[in-house]
């Protein structure tokens, strides 16, 4: 076994790990500072030693102990009594269950901050170290490290209890986990600032993620639908960039380097998820992005439809970028006068107030419509506003094309 396959492998076992300890001594924290020392012993030893018949098993038995050794040095003689058992643990006693999806609602517990959720999600869940999580998030890692100290320390304070909720709680807390593992996911493909569009160990990880809860909920529409949409996405990164690291806007891209296997599968969970009785947000996203991948050039888009489906996804999720994008659609099908018509019902919106997306989109649009000096000042002022140095080149290189001419 590689390098590479011992790093999958004990990252695929860690959150079941971790969930298997929370579940009996409840301990999130120390929980997992002993995985962590158990994965690191297990990066030493099976190298050299081999792999476990049982690596699970293997993992579960040292974490447990480590988690012995520091009650021990930590708790009262009542303590250490009970805790005593948790050392007899072999691995032929270790459940076949999986708890990823159970530390997944841990960890996207409501008491948390969307931020926190994200953060705590990544380490404990994604197996991220704190320093990975903080680059990632251009924050300094004591910063970071402090956010995920608090959220134990909230969900800790709440007395959450490692189960299920049930019923409309259960779906709610679905809808965090899935909002979360989305949230990951567009950082990676789009970071929000920093030299790099996108940042592909984010993407990576919340793609395997969305696939251990769809494993765990395969009819799920919403689960399979966040699925899709992230493979369809995802699909296309080769082509949004040129070799220098330039933006590549979705017209222009070379479609012909989209990974089709990605697409196929996507496209394919797209149709699964719209088969279910209900409609919900991550279904129609995903319809709208395999839209996109049907079309083999971008003149062949089916802009009626994924105008369409922004409609329908405008009525049941309103949000003012399902309206931006939809002034997209809109000035493809109808022409950029009526896409400049839909995008000044946003400009009351304080959520979209000096939004580069919202300067740029209108940027182009009145570049089409002929008002050259207009797209002008509104893609400087894009690029102002954008922290992304990827946006900020093309944005700024629009504008400098529009003062040649």
């Given at each position: 076994m590689t390098a590479p396959d011992f790093e999958d492998l004990l990252r695929d076992l860690t959150p079941?790990?971790?969930?298997t300890l929370v579940r009996r001594h409840g301990r999130f924290e120390g929980c997992e500072d002993a995985v962590q020392e158990a994965v690191l012993a297990a990066s030493v030893q099976w190298p050299e030693e081999g792999v476990p018949d049982n690596p699970r098993g293997w993992l579960v038995t040292v974490a447990a102990r480590r988690l012995v050794d520091q009650i021990r040095r930590d708790h009262a003689r009542r303590e250490r009594e009970t805790a005593t058992t948790a050392a007899e643990v072999v691995p032929e006693e270790v459940p076949d269950t999986d708890d990823t999806l159970l530390l997944l609602f841990l960890c996207c517990h409501p008491s948390?901050?969307?931020?926190?959720?994200?953060?705590?999600?990544?380490r404990a869940v994604g197996g991220l170290t704190t320093a990975e999580i903080a680059?990632?998030?251009?924050?300094?890692e004591a910063t970071m490290a402090a956010r995920i100290s608090r959220a134990k320390q909230r969900i800790r304070a709440a007395g959450s209890s490692f189960a299920l909720p049930e019923g409309a709680e259960r779906e709610e807390r679905l809808r965090v986990v899935l909002h979360v593992l989305y949230l990951i996911f567009n950082e990676g493909y789009t970071a929000s600032s920093g030299s790099e569009l996108h940042r592909a160990d984010l993407?990576?990880?919340a793609i395997r993620l969305a696939r251990m809860v769809h494993a765990q909920l395969p009819e799920?529409?919403?689960?399979?639908?966040?699925?899709?949409?992230?493979?369809?996405?995802?699909?296309?990164r080769a082509a949004r960039t040129t070799a220098a690291g330039d933006l590549v806007p979705l017209a222009e891209q070379d479609r012909s380097t989209w990974e089709r296997d990605l697409l196929d599968e996507?496209?394919?969970?797209a149709k699964?998820?719209?088969?279910?009785?209900?409609?919900?947000p991550y279904q129609l996203q995903a319809a709208i992005a395999a839209t996109?991948?049907?079309?083999?050039?971008a003149e062949e888009t089916d802009w009626a439809q994924v105008h369409a489906l922004y409609l329908i996804l405008e009525r049941i999720a309103p949000n003012p970028m399902v309206t931006l994008n939809r002034a997209v659609a809109l000035a493809e099908r109808d022409g950029p006068k009526a896409g400049l018509a839909l995008l000044a019902t946003l400009d009351g919106d304080q959520r979209m107030a000096g939004h580069h997306r919202l300067l740029s989109v209108r940027a182009h649009l009145l570049e089409r419509s002929g008002d050259r000096a207009g797209a002008y000042d509104h893609y400087r002022r894009a690029a102002k506003a954008t922290a992304s140095l990827a946006e900020q080149r093309f944005l700024e290189a629009r504008a400098r094309r529009l003062q040649a001419q």
């Open positions: 079941q790990v971790l969930g948390l901050t969307a931020a926190s959720q994200t953060a705590l999600t990544l680059r990632a998030f251009l924050v300094p993407a990576h990880e799920d529409g919403e689960v399979t639908g966040l699925l899709s949409l992230m493979l369809l996405t995802h699909a296309r996507g496209t394919a969970l699964a998820a719209l088969a279910g009785p209900e409609l919900g996109h991948a049907d079309a083999a050039t």
